[in-house]
């Protein structure tokens, strides 16, 4: 089980940090979490073309992870040789949001239709929304959805990804709860969206305070990870951007809650459980 960091980013813009994915490639299955902002370039580097997806997940609809999955249906679309449908899963919400990006592609869509002989049908996708509870098999491995918390948005999921006993937990945006814990309980890899409380809070912008009570801070997730006995806990959607040199920083603040492997990374990082 393959799983790589592609955006590492926040919705704050950088120059070097892609928006928040994370891609998950296990026997016949590649999967990607989330679509932030340059998901295809991302993917592309990584070696996986949207036609090469099993499936899209997403964990919630803020704009920071969904920004881009416009892109993967269109490039989907434009690529495949035939019909072929994209898999989407995602929380409730998600198929009106796949309706909306239809409907802005409407114009696009039907110029290519008018203009290649080849091309009879509009994308394809094939949305399924689910509940915490769920189990998805999909392309060979076993998918749990599970409660988060990243309250007032709701609602928000995570994803607990079994193959062949590795374990991988696509976390999102949350604060730690008991859900979050039991997500990521025993995982080898487990994949959490972080912020700097102490840089946070020391940014005077008040809209910038607001996100302070809706996400884990990197010791939050450092002792999630502890309580929940993972192997490797996996940092990413950095907030603020992680500045050239400070990764040991960040690095340090989990390691002293967490006695695991602790990664810190830039986009394309990959880890192998
Ligand atoms: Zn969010
Ligand atoms: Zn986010």
Redesign the pocket.
């Known amino acids: 089980m393959e799983v790589t960091l592609l955006g590492t980013g926040s919705p704050l813009p950088s120059a070097d940090r892609a928006g928040p994915a994370t891609l998950l490639r296990s026997g016949g299955a590649t999967l990607l979490f989330d679509c932030g902002r340059g998901v295809v370039l991302r993917l592309t580097a990584a070696g996986v073309l949207p036609i090469g997806l099993s499936a899209v997940l997403l964990t919630?609809l803020?704009s920071?992870?969904i920004c881009d999955l416009g892109d993967i249906m269109t490039s989907h679309w434009v690529m495949s040789p035939g019909p072929t449908p994209l898999v989407v899963i995602g929380p409730p919400g998600t198929q009106s949001v796949v309706d909306g990006m239809m409907a802005m592609f409407a114009p696009d869509q039907g110029y290519r239709l008018a203009h290649h002989q080849d091309l009879n049908e509009g994308p394809i996708v094939v949305v399924t929304e689910v509940e915490p509870g769920d189990v998805v098999e999909l392309a060979g491995v076993s998918i749990e959805v599970h409660r988060t918390d990243?309250r007032p948005?709701a609602p928000t999921v995570g994803y607990r990804v079994t193959h062949e006993g590795k374990v991988a937990a696509i976390a999102g945006?949350t604060v730690p709860c008991r859900e979050v814990d039991e997500l990521c309980r025993g995982a080898d890899l487990y994949v959490q969206t972080v912020i700097r409380a102490d840089l946070v809070a020391a940014i005077p912008s008040a809209r910038l305070q607001d996100i302070l009570d809706y996400h884990s801070t990197v010791e939050q997730a450092a002792l999630t990870a502890e309580r929940a006995g993972v192997r490797t806990l996996v940092m990413t959607h950095y907030v603020p951007p992680i500045g050239p040199g400070d990764e040991e920083a960040w690095r340090a603040l989990a390691a002293a809650h967490f006695s695991g492997t602790i990664v810190v990374g830039d986009d394309l990082t990959t880890m192998v459980a």
């Open positions: 919630h803020h920071d992870h990243h948005v945006d």
